[in-house]
């Protein structure tokens, strides 16, 4: 059993991309930092798998790119759909700086990476299998966590407590933030298909007539993403799988070797899209960022990167505040909600636009969606524009930099 109440600095909910990069940030700058993490480990296939150069750019500040270069990953310079039959390339990172390319690794490897960094400081504690059950509240203001794991429930105590626990985020209900849902016109089934040596190299969307997919390059599989209208997973899933199957082979041609597979409907999980915002992201002794904060439709694959810039401009902000007096008032929490807000909302308003304007189409589309515009296809010949939604997406708006050196030097 642990002991009855620990306490930390700075407790972290959740060991995703904003739990575990604010974990490790804070530990390098010397601050005592535990986070919990009720998973057992962190693999599992729904997550994210989009390095964005911004992201890159923050590993490279924080001397890991050389460990993050190791990790197995598929690099890509350009971004292209199948639109109405023809093969469009939209989005072209060549040219930009300091990165030039978006990294598919596989989220896991990516959080273990942080993980191994962060056992390096003795001052970084994480806790598997454990799970924030409820916020300690006192007199208005919060304390900590009582904490579950294998062994039984305790109290958590900490200077500074933030909710990383991601989209479905029990802390945020608790503290009764009040959320803006925008909505969304999708799920997603996501499963796997055997990928041959015949198949196409890139990784790439698909627009097809009332079907969107995107297949993701894994190497000897691939990781598939099928759209569905939000709502119709249940009686999709009372179809034969043979169905299904002949749906995705008639979007993706080329998979139609692979009959059997996915085999039931076992093997394709539904993932829910949400896109929501709090409009109060922290109250006194409470930060909440990353998807907890704002929930990130897929579209751009930038959920993942806005959950580590949220987390690198919390811990400029706390991490000095915790080493000097041991303090953090409501106005510096503020003031992380402040920084981040502006990007949050303009790309939540790009991935809604895209939502209503593409996604609901395409979903709705009887036959074969039409090309691009003749004058957007002129356009998108010239890499100067293609570089345009590569910097919006691969970079953002408000780079965040890492402010504090590392303490290194405490590496055990
Ligand atoms: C279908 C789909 C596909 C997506 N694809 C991409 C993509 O390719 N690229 C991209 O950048 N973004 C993608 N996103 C968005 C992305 O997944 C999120 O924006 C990003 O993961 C948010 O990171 P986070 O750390 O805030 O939350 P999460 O990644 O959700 O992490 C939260 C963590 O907290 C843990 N947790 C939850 N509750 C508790 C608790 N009470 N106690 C302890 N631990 C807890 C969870 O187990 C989890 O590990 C996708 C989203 C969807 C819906």
Known sequence: MPDAAITTDCLIAGGGPAGMMLGVLLARQGVKVTVLEKHKDFLRDFRGDTVHPSTIEILDQIGLLPTFEKLPQYKVRQLGAHIGGNFRKIVD??????????????????????????????????????KAEELIIENGEVKGVRASCPDGVYDLRARVTVACDGRYSALREQAAFKVTEFGAPMDVLWFRVPRQASHPNETFGILGAGHMMVLLNRGDYWQ?????????DEALRKEPIGDFRRTVESVAEFLEDETGIPESWDDVKTLEVRV?????????????????????????????????????????????????????????????????????KIVQWFQIQAQKRVI???????????????????????????????RFIGYGIRRERVEQAGAEKRSV
């Open 93 to 130: 990172f060549r040219g930009l700086k300091p990165f030039d390319y978006l990294s598919f690794v596989p989220q896991w490897d990516f959080l273990d990476m942080l993980a191994d960094y962060g056992s390096r400081f003795e001052n970084f504690d994480l806790r598997m299998r454990h």
């Open 224 to 232: 598939a993403a099928f759209l569905v209208p939000k709502g119709s």
């Open 276 to 344: 929501d915002r709090l409009d109060k992201w922290h109250m006194p002794g409470l930060l909440v960022i990353g998807d907890a904060a704002h929930a990130m439709s897929p579209v751009g694959g930038v959920g993942i990167n806005l959950a580590i810039q949220d987390a690198v401009a919390a811990a400029n902000k706390l991490g000095p505040a915790l080493l000097e007096d041991g303090e953090v008032s409501d106005a510096i929490l503020a003031s992380v909600q402040q920084r981040r807000l502006l990007p949050t």
């Open 360 to 390: 609901s189409a395409a979903l709705a589309a009887r036959d074969e969606p039409p090309d691009l515009p003749a004058f957007l296809r002129f356009l998108l010949r010239f890499r100067i524009v293609r570089n345009i939604p590569a």
